[in-house]
């Protein structure tokens, strides 16, 4: 739809403002097992469709696709042809969409687009595509497949095609968040226009990761979700002590991962590992509480669940916040305070008790805590440093 401004010469068109059209592409990669997460993603910035190869689907989970994304797959091409003349799906697509996006790109693919191949859905989107509009591709595939000079051959050709390259980190697909900056961090993209509600910087709401030790103050994780759901999209993790705590009646619409949840998502080694997945997928982690158990686990070093994992893994570039809750003759013994200076010389945020007796800070005080600390460290797209 136009909108027609009056002007002293006659009238004036003004396109209306629109969400721009993105097309995201997966091949046959074990990184495509994260495919819906991009989808998510992009989908909180544009009108999103996707395109997947036959390799690609192993992977893939349609259910947890966002339910407005339509998947089209090469069956698709076939079945929207019956006669010259006829719509064709890659042709379509080509023209709604403002930008592409493949990741992962497998090296196979990467292969077939470098030396002109285009025989499955994917790559005849690739072969058509106009090239005034911009076409990003982040590589997946294992090092020895990376360092292969193949590849470097292939990506040396897609580059004079014209093709953006967000690269991996020695064949490792990049992160959701810098895939979608750089997309969003194109000079090619001026031609689009955003709505006026996405327009300033594209943000998204912050990823809060909670955990939750084994203290009486467990009780309060489902009051800090619902605290943090009001303006972060929020996940849970909890330990097995701190199970005895928590009212799962009361819990709010929030993801909670315990232990069980560590094994049961992985049964080959290629499988995704569950710490790594949520490090990735947050930008800040708060433990409220952390027991003193948990606690002396971390400055020593140990990690035998699900949280300590996590807090071991954890990317130290970004936040981590913690607020300590034990008896008052826990916090006054001496090892407290060793732990408490080692976990702070390794960077973690603490939010000290309420008083000198360890009970801890009020919810609203680690909510504030928090969300004043990201007011005064949010980047454009979301990104928390």
């Not at 930008?99 to 994917?122: F, Y």
């Not at 327009?199 to 103050?217: H, Q, T």
Request: with cysteine; hydrophobic share 45%.
């Amino acid at each position: 739809m136009d909108f027609v401004e009056p002007g002293s010469s006659g009238t004036r068109r003004i396109q209306a403002p629109r969400r721009p059209c993105v097309l995201l592409g997966a091949s046959g990669s074990v990184a495509a097992l994260d495919f819906d997460e991009l989808c998510h993603t992009f989908c909180e910035w544009a009108e999103v469709r996707a395109v997947a190869t036959r390799a690609s689907l192993h992977y893939i989970d349609r259910a947890s696709l966002p339910k407005d994304v339509i998947l089209y797959t090469d069956e698709d091409e076939l079945s929207w042809w019956d006669e010259t003349g006829d719509n064709v799906v890659h042709i379509e697509l080509q023209n709604w969409a403002d930008i592409m996006v493949i990741a992962p790109l497998s090296v196979n693919t990467l292969g077939k687009i470098a030396t002109g191949l285009c025989d499955n859905l994917l790559t005849n989107f690739v072969f058509a595509w106009n090239y005034e509009k911009p076409l990003f591709v982040a590589p997946a595939m294992n090092a020895l497949m990376w360092r292969n000079p193949f590849t470097e051959k292939h990506l040396i050709s897609i580059d004079e095609q014209g093709i953006i390259l967000i690269r991996p980190e020695d064949g490792k697909m990049a992160e959701h968040s810098i895939i979608y900056s750089t997309v969003m961090a194109c000079p090619k993209l001026g031609n689009v226009i955003w709505e006026p509600i996405q327009a300033d910087a594209a943000l998204r709401k912050p990823r809060i990761l909670l955990g939750a030790s084994g203290s009486v103050a467990a009780m309060k994780l489902s009051q800090l979700c619902r605290s943090f759901s009001d303006w972060a999209e929020v996940r849970a993790v909890a330990t097995g002590a701190s199970l005895r705590f928590i009212d799962k009646a009361s819990f709010p619409n929030v993801i909670a991962y315990t232990d069980g949840d560590e094994f049961s998502r992985w049964n080959t080694t290629d499988d995704s590992v569950l710490p790594v997945k949520l490090r990735h997928w947050a930008d800040i982690m708060v433990i409220a509480p952390l027991s003193a158990n948990t606690l002396g686990k971390i400055a020593g070093g140990l990690c035998d669940n699900l949280l300590t994992h996590i807090v071991y893994a954890w990317d130290d570039s970004k936040p981590l916040f913690v607020a300590p809750a034990m008896n008052t003759l826990m916090w006054d013994n001496p090892l407290t305070q060793q732990h408490i200076k080692a976990i702070e010389e390794l960077g973690f945020s603490l939010i000290l008790p309420i008083t000198r007796n360890g009970a801890m800070a009020e919810v609203s005080l680690i909510y504030s805590t928090v969300r004043t600390f990201v007011h005064s460290h949010v980047q454009p797209a979301g990104r928390v440093v």
